[in-house]
């Protein structure tokens, strides 16, 4: 077999076989296939797309190309959630104890990440001794015991997708839904989920911007996920402007805990019970979404959750007596409070560039060195279509430092009020199975 083929074949519109797929998967990762052919080819299926079982088929050459997480020795089915990445994302903290606490396993490996907070193991991290550095043997244990333990990302899993990713970001051939689609999935996949539950974000906060983009890669994702034999669904959800109040990593455990105890933001509660639902449907804990939810909010109602949140924290180390008092958790020095400079109804709170005022504040990475400050922060006072008067606070700023004029003109233009009554947006867009 040559690569030229399978570049020509791709060019011309033919659909490869699963032999052509695992062919320059296998040489790409072992190094004897060029990056040159390789991003010929990332370029012609930019252009000509993949067929369904080319999709399936490039999943699986690429988490066939590394280690794969054996999680048989947990009992259940085990679900993992996605998403797709947005602003002030607290749902993985809440999700992982309100499943568990009704018996769905969570076996997560996560990692910290780039982005305009923490990953889950920084935030995680903000819980004085809470530590991700366990054994496999202890992380199955423990997952057996209390349904939920968090490991930090070991082994060397997908290696053809980090090699891929990289190439495809040097050669505009990121934005091809086939290639993302299967990126996704083929972590997901090596990471030993047996069901798949995608929460794809859509809006300005989103990886995908449109309604339209966001429908079609859930639909890419959740086809691959279930032609190689994991169930899998998608939600589509708001991203317009951030999820809940809390931007930052401490803030957002705290933001968990009210969660966790039926106390949080609505639209964070409504889409943790909304992904939550379908999480213990997959793992045949319930019969119907109805029977689901209901399961879910009483264990929010009679503490199960929270009881559950604090044993692990105590399995691995952390101190759980912040979940009674969030005061010890990290503390910025400094607080300010945005004032809106005029009355109205908030109308746009640009997600992405609110990320952006939290890390000019510390609380995300700009690059894999940066070290974070898991005190600071934003709290969001208003959100889309609340009512404000003239200096009532639109954010409580959470800072380690006095001078946040960037911050504050960051925070202003990206606010916008409106005259006119504005509607709240849309939380959840559809569902994709
Ligand atoms: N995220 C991924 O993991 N892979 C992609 O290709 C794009 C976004
Ligand atoms: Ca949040």
Known sequence: MRMVDIIENKRDAKELSTEEIQFFIKGYTDGSIPDYQVSSLMMAIFFQGMTEKERADLTMAMVESGDKIDLSKIEGIKVDKHSTGGVGDT???????????????????????????????????????????????????????????????????TPADKKLYALRDVTATVDSIPLIASSIMSKKIAAGADAIVLDVKTGAGAFMKTLNDSNELAKAMVRIGNNVGRNTMAVISDMSQPLGFAIGNALEVKEAIDTLNGEGPEDLTELCL???????????????????????????????ALETFKTFLISQGG?????????????????????????????????????????????????????????????????????????????TIYSNFEDIDEVKAKLYANITLSKEKIAAPILIHGEIT
């Not at 969570?106 to 991290?125: F, N, P, Y």
């Not at 992904?275 to 503490?303: C, F, I, T, Y």
Request: net charge negative.
């Open 91 to 157: 749902t993985t903290l809440v999700l992982g104890p309100l499943v568990a606490a009704v018996g769905v396993p969570v076996a997560k490996m996560s990692g910290r990440g780039l982005g305009h907070t923490g990953g889950t193991i920084d935030k995680l991290e903000s819980v004085e001794g809470f530590h991700v550095e366990i054994e496999n043997e202890e992380f199955i244990n423990l997952v057996n015991k209390n349904k939920i333990a968090v490991i930090g990302q070991s082994g060397n899993l």
């Open 274 to 304: 909304t992904l939550g639902s379908h999480m213990v449907v997959l793992a045949k804990k319930a019969n119907s979404l109805k029977e689901a939810r209901e399961m879910l909010e009483r264990v929010m109602r009679d503490g199960t």
């Open 319 to 395: 101190d759980a007596s912040v979940v009674d008092d969030p005061a010890k958790l990290p503390q910025a020095k400094y607080t300010f409070e945005l004032e809106a400079k005029e009355d109205g109804y908030v109308s746009e709170i640009v997600a992405d560039e609110i990320g952006t005022a939290a890390m000019l504040l510390g609380a995300g990475r700009a690059t894999k060195e940066s070290v974070i400050d898991l005190a600071v922060g934003l709290m969001l006072r208003k959100k889309i279509g609340d009512q404000v008067k003239k200096g009532e606070s639109l954010v």
